[in-house]
């Protein structure tokens, strides 16, 4: 059974940082393109970063500079580590783990940025 687990979630103030996990077990993710997305209230759920199987980070234009994605195949584990975050980074984030045909999801963990 594969399964996604984030943690690392929370509570933070803008301009703060937060480091989000994901630990994958029943898939080898070095084996995956693997990506974190969120979805704040009421709006799409949208690609953040995005780390191929071969360590080729890439993130999207409203993060860009402020949040990095990396892989620890060793630990079976992706990251986010995200930094000066901003109000508008308020939203549950998701990891994800795609080859081929198959796509898996984790249950998402909740990011608040607010003083």
């Known amino acids: 059974q594969v399964q996604l687990v984030e943690s690392g979630g929370g509570l933070v103030q803008p301009g703060g940082s937060l480091r989000l996990s994901c630990a994958a077990s029943?898939?080898?993710?070095?084996?995956?393109?693997m990506g974190w997305y969120r979805q704040a209230p009421e709006k799409q759920r949208e690609l953040v970063a995005v780390i191929t199987s071969g360590g080729i980070g890439n993130s999207a234009d409203s993060v860009k500079g402020r949040f990095t994605i990396f892989r620890d195949n060793a630990k079976n584990t992706v990251y986010l580590q995200m930094n000066s975050l901003k109000p508008e980074d308020t939203a549950v984030y998701y990891c994800?783990?795609?080859?081929?045909?198959?796509?898996?999801w984790g249950q998402g963990t909740q990011v608040t940025v607010s003083s």
């Open positions: 994800n783990a795609k080859r081929a045909k198959y796509d898996y």
């Open positions: 029943g898939i080898i993710s070095s084996f995956y393109a």
